[in-house]
């Protein structure tokens, strides 16, 4: 996989739904959200250029993902 950065939002989630699949995205707070992007092993941008909008998309596209795994309360 590429290096990832904060606008790799549709990999990011894919990558957070492989290593967290049971967790509801919408019930993570951003604070463990940053923490969980910035350590993932592909992450390669400034772990202080991120802001509310940018965790923000990354939860939604995230959840989008999530809800239709068999199981997830949104399937």
Do not use: C, Y
């Not at 699949?21 to 592909?42: C, N, Y």
């Not at 992450?43 to 795994?69: C, R, T, V, Y």
């Amino acid at each position: 996989m590429a290096a990832l950065t904060w606008h790799n939002f549709e990999d990011i989630a894919l990558a957070l739904m492989e290593q967290f699949p049971h967790i509801d995205p919408l019930t993570v707070r951003f604070t463990d959200l940053h923490q969980w992007v910035t350590e993932l092993s592909d992450f390669k941008d400034d772990p202080d250029h991120s802001n509310e909008g940018i965790l923000e998309a990354i939860q939604m596209a995230w959840f989008e993902e999530w809800k239709d795994l068999p199981g997830a309360e949104g399937a």
